[in-house]
């Protein structure tokens, strides 16, 4: 079964960047849409964005479009988000899943952790 692992979230001010990165292990193969969630406190999960594995297509919500950036290492079996110009409202456990073109995501990562300061 693949199992993904989330990293490199922390504290950062409010117009810098961060990106995390999550890495997959297991069958590989079966990656498909793989897609960052976030949460806020007190909130829903929120759709980031996603990209189709071993392409770079990308799709995102409008409130990250042209700050945030997904991509891939196919080698490394890992995907990442690049945050720049954070805001405050950006804080969040940042979550990535896996799933199909139908919008379903079945396999989750257990989050990290994303807070920006004023």
């Known amino acids: 079964q693949v199992r993904l692992v989330e990293s490199g979230g922390g504290l950062v001010q409010a117009g810098g960047s961060l990106r995390l990165s999550c890495t997959a292990t297991?069958?590989?193969?079966?990656?498909?849409?793989m897609a960052w969630f976030r949460q806020a406190p007190g909130k829903e999960r929120e759709f980031v964005g996603r990209?189709?594995?071993?392409?770079?297509?990308?799709y995102y919500a409008d409130s990250v479009k042209g700050r945030f950036t997904i991509s891939t290492d196919v080698a490394k079996k890992t995907l990442y988000l690049q945050m720049n110009n954070l805001r405050p409202e950006d804080t969040a456990v940042y979550y990535c899943?896996?799933?199909?073109?139908?919008?379903?995501?079945?396999?989750w990562g257990q989050g990290t952790h994303v807070t920006v300061s004023s």
């Open positions: 297991g069958p590989t193969h079966t990656l498909y849409y």
């Open positions: 899943a896996d799933g199909d073109p139908s919008g379903t995501y079945d396999k």
């Open positions: 990209i189709i594995w071993k392409t770079d297509m990308t």
